[in-house]
C-alpha cells in the first residue's frame, strides 16, 4: 500500500525553498565570471534567464497542480510520455538536483575552509550528514530551518543593495554592450543554472497544504523577488568594483561589500554567502530524495524506497539513498563537469515540462483538473521548447554528448528493471488515440483513475453515498437513436436482472411516470425516476445517448440519468435528485459529457463535478 507523506510545508515554506535553492552560486560566485563574457550587459542576460523560466514555471505550476503528488517533474513526464521516459527523467531529475546540492556543499567547504586547516571535502561531507540527519526528522523541521536560512539571507542582501547603491559610480557601465549584444545570450544561458532551483518545489507537491494555491504562488513570487535581487545585487556590484577586479573573480559579491564596506561587511557578506549555500545544499536533499520514492511507487524502483517513516513522517531510505549519493560525489568525482552536465539535464527537462502539458492538453482527459491554468497556451510552452534548445545549443557538443551518455544509462535501467516492473498508461497514448485511433481504444482506464483520484484526494472530496452511487452505477452508452419505450424496456431489462423484478413491471411504471409529467428537465437532460417494492433499494444508470433517445412531443434527450428506488428511500431520492441538478448545472458539462472517451470518464465527470455534498 502506498502511504501518503503528510501536508506540512505553507506558502512561506514553499518561498523559501524555491528562493533559497536559487541564491547560492549563482549569485555568490557566477556574475564575476559572467562580466568577463558579457560586460555590464551581464545584467540583460540574468534577465533573459529568468525570462526563458517563465514558461516552464507556468507549464510547471499547471501540471503540478493537476498532479500534486511526491516526484515533481518525473511523476508527470512518466504520465505524459510513460514508463520509458518516466525513468529516464526520474534519474535525470534526482542526479540533476542531488549534483547542484553537492556544489552547494563545496561551496560552504570553500569558505569554511578559509577559517580552518580542515580538508575542503571533509567539511562538506560532514555538512551533508547534517543536513541528512535534519530531513530524517521531519519535512516541518526542514522547512522551518530553510525559512529561517532565506530570511536571514535576502536581509544581507537587502543591506548590501541600500548600502551599496549610495556609492555606485554609473561610469562603470560604459560602455554597455563592451562584448557585443550577442554576448548577452551566450552568457544567459551560462548564468541560466542561476535559476535551476526555482521548480524543485515540485517535488514536495505531496507536501504541500494546498497545492493548487501556494506551489504556483509560491513559485511565481519566489522568481520575481529573485530576478530583482540578482539584478539589483549586479547593478550594485558592478557600479562599485571596475571592471579589472570583477572579471573572473569567484567571489565578486564580497569584493564589492569590502569595497564600500570594509573588511567588517565583506565578512557579512561571507556569511550570507554561507547561508546560500546552506540553503541550497538543504534544499536540494529535500527534494531529490522524493524522486525515488516517486519512482519506486511506481515501481520503476525497488519497493525498499518508498518506505515512509511512521515517527517523522519521511521517506527514509530515499532520503539516505540521495544523501549517500552527495557524499560519494564530494569524496571520488570531479564535481565542475559533472554539474555542467546537470546543468544540461536541467534544461532538457525544462523542455519536457512544456511538451508534457500539450500533450496533457491535447489528450482531453476530462480527469485532468489542475487549480493552475497556464496563459496563453500554447505559445508559452513553445517559447519555453524554443529558449530550451537554444540553451542547450549554447552548452556546447561535449557537455551534450556527455548527458546523451547519462541518459543512457537510464534507458540501461529501463530495460534490465523497470520494463518488467511498470506498465502505466500515457497521456501520449490517449492523444494518439485521438489522431489515428478514434474508434479504438489502445489504453487502459489506469491513468483516468488514477487522475480522478489524485483530484478527490487534493480536494478533500468527501465520498458521500451519491458519490458511491454513482461509482457503482451501470452506465449505457448508445450511439443509436431510439424512441422512448425502446429505450425503456432495455432499461428495465438491466435493472430486472439486477433486481431480480419483472421487467415488464418496471416498464409500466417508467412509461406511467412519464405520462404524469415530462422528465426531460431541460434541453438534452432527462432524468426518468420510479419508485419500486422493497426495502433499502436504491440504483443509479447513466445515459449517454449520442444520437439521442425521442421522448414525447419530440423531445430529444442525450443526458440521462434513470434512477431506480424503494419508496423507503424517498429522502436520498430527493437529495440525489438536487446533486444530479447541482452537476448538470455548469456551463461545460454538455460538452465534457459528449467528448468522454468511455464509461470511466463520464462517471468520472460526474464524480468529480462541484456539489454540495450529502450529510
Not at 578559509?114 to 555538512?127: M, R
Not at 518506505?307 to 539516505?320: C, D, E, G, Q, R
Amino acid at each position: 500500500m502506498k502511504q501518503s507523506l503528510k501536508k506540512e510545508l505553507s506558502l512561506l515554506d514553499i518561498f523559501c525553498v524555491a528562493t533559497g535553492a536559487m541564491i547560492s552560486s549563482g549569485l555568490f560566485i557566477l556574475p564575476g565570471l559572467a562580466f568577463s563574457k558579457a560586460g555590464p550587459a551581464v545584467i540583460l542576460s540574468y534577465i533573459l534567464a529568468g525570462v526563458l523560466c517563465i514558461p516552464t514555471l507556468m507549464s510547471k505550476a499547471e501540471l503540478i497542480t493537476a498532479m500534486p503528488k511526491a516526484g515533481g517533474d518525473y511523476f508527470y513526464i512518466m504520465r505524459g510520455f510513460g514508463p520509458l521516459l518516466g525513468t529516464m527523467g526520474g534519474f535525470s531529475s534526482w542526479f540533476s538536483l542531488s549534483l547542484k546540492g553537492a556544489f552547494a556543499l563545496v561551496g560552504m567547504g570553500a569558505y569554511l575552509s578559509i577559517i580552518t586547516n580542515i580538508p575542503l571535502n571533509i567539511i562538506a561531507v560532514c555538512c551533508c550528514l547534517l543536513f541528512i540527519i535534519l530531513n530524517l526528522l521531519g519535512i516541518k523541521e526542514a522547512g522551518k530551518i530553510q525559512v529561517g536560512l532565506v530570511i536571514a539571507l535576502l536581509g544581507i542582501l537587502l543591506v548590501y543593495i541600500g548600502w551599496g547603491s549610495r556609492s555606485v559610480n554609473l561610469s562603470n557601465f560604459s560602455p554597455f554592450f563592451a562584448k557585443g549584444v550577442g554576448s548577452i545570450f551566450t552568457t544567459a544561458s551560462f548564468v541560466f543554472i542561476s535559476y535551476g532551483g526555482l521548480t524543485k518545489v515540485a517535488a514536495l507537491a505531496e507536501e504541500t497544504k494546498n497545492p493548487g494555491r501556494n506551489l504556483p504562488l509560491g513559485m511565481i513570487l519566489s522568481i520575481l523577488v529573485t530576478s530583482i535581487v540578482y539584478t539589483l545585487v549586479i547593478f550594485v556590484t558592478i557600479g562599485v568594483l571596475d571592471s579589472e577586479n570583477l572579471k573572473g573573480t569567484l567571489v565578486p559579491i564580497s569584493l564589492g561589500a569590502g569595497s564600500f564596506g570594509g573588511n567588517f561587511f565583506q565578512g557579512v557578506i561571507s556569511i550570507g554567502a554561507f547561508l546560500a549555500f546552506i540553503s541550497t545544499a538543504n534544499a536540494a536533499i529535500m527534494t531529490a530524495s522524493r524522486y525515488p520514492l516517486g519512482m519506486s511507487r511506481d515501481k520503476l524502483m525497488p519497493g525498499y524506497f518508498q518506505k515512509i517513516s511512521p515517527k517523522s513522517n519521511t521517506p527514509y531510505i530515499a532520503i539516505l539513498f540521495t544523501g549517500s549519493f552527495m557524499i560519494l560525489t564530494l569524496l571520488f568525482l570531479k564535481l565542475e563537469l559533472l554539474v555542467k552536465v546537470a546543468s544540461s539535464i536541467l534544461i532538457l527537462l525544462y523542455i519536457f515540462a512544456n511538451l508534457t502539458l500539450i500533450l496533457f492538453r491535447e489528450s482531453k482527459i476530462l480527469s485532468y483538473r489542475p487549480k493552475f491554468h497556464s496563459p496563453f497556451y500554447p505559445y508559452l510552452q513553445i517559447i519555453g521548447i524554443v529558449g530550451g534548445l537554444f540553451l542547450l545549443i549554447e552548452m556546447g557538443t561535449f557537455i551534450v554528448f556527455l548527458t546523451m551518455i547519462f541518459l543512457l544509462l537510464g534507458f540501461i535501467w529501463y530495460k534490465c528493471y523497470a520494463k518488467e516492473h511498470s506498465s502505466q498508461d500515457s497521456a501520449l497514448i490517449y492523444v494518439l488515440e485521438r489522431l489515428v485511433a478514434k474508434d479504438k481504444e489502445f489504453a487502459s482506464d489506469n491513468l483516468l483513475t488514477e487522475l480522478k483520484d489524485i483530484v478527490l484526494h487534493r480536494d478533500k472530496v468527501t465520498e458521500d453515498r451519491f458519490h458511491r452511487l454513482i461509482e457503482e452505477s451501470k452506465v449505457l452508452d448508445i450511439d443509436e437513436p431510439l424512441k422512448m419505450d425502446d429505450f425503456f424496456r432495455k432499461v428495465s431489462d438491466i435493472f430486472g436482472k439486477e433486481l431480480g423484478l419483472d421487467p415488464a413491471v418496471l416498464f409500466g411504471k417508467f412509461a406511467e411516470r412519464e405520462k404524469e409529467s415530462s422528465t426531460v428537465l431541460r434541453k438534452r437532460l432527462s432524468i426518468p425516476h420510479i419508485v419500486i417494492d422493497g426495502k433499502s433499494i436504491f440504483k443509479i444508470m447513466l445515459v449517454r445517448a449520442k444520437a439521442g433517445i425521442i421522448f414525447p412531443e419530440d423531445k430529444l434527450a442525450h443526458i440521462i440519468f434513470v434512477l431506480i428506488g424503494s419508496s423507503d428511500e424517498r429522502n436520498l431520492h430527493l437529495k440525489v435528485l438536487a446533486s444530479i441538478a447541482q452537476v448538470t448545472q455548469n456551463p461545460e458539462f454538455d460538452k465534457k459529457w459528449f467528448e468522454a472517451r468511455n464509461e470511466d470518464e463520464l462517471k468520472n465527470i460526474v464524480l468529480l463535478a462541484e456539489r454540495r455534498r450529502m450529510v
